[in-house]
Nanobody
């Protein structure tokens, strides 16, 4: 079983920044991709950003230019730097990892609330 532990959520004002981190407890060489998804109340879960094992990235149009996903292989961790946040960024953010010969795993989620 692969465990993912997220941290960094909280309450932030519009226009401010927030950084989410996700630590994955597995041999990082087995990771095919990792990413962040989010789910707002009453909405379906949507993909926010993905980083592959070659460090290529993909972002949802709604966060391009504001959010940055990065990976630290030595720390077995990925981060999501969220800049210029908006009220519509309010959601539970979930970390996801695709692991070779094992499957896709999810973290427990961390709440991000953007409000003045």
């Amino acid at each position: 079983q692969v465990q993912l532990v997220e941290s960094g959520g909280g309450l932030v004002q519009p226009g401010q920044s927030l950084r989410l981190t996700c630590e994955v407890f597995v041999d990082f060489s087995r990771i095919l991709f990792m990413g962040w998804h989010r789910q707002a109340p009453g909405e379906e879960r949507e993909r926010v950003a993905i980083i592959a094992n070659d460090h290529s990235t993909h972002y949802a149009d709604s966060v391009k230019g504001r959010f940055t996903i990065s990976a630290d292989n030595a720390k077995h961790m990925i981060s999501l730097q969220m800049n210029n946040v908006k009220p519509e960024d309010t959601a539970v953010y979930y970390c996801q990892a695709g692991v070779r010969a094992s499957g896709v795993y999810w973290g427990q989620g961390t709440q991000v609330t953007v409000s003045s």
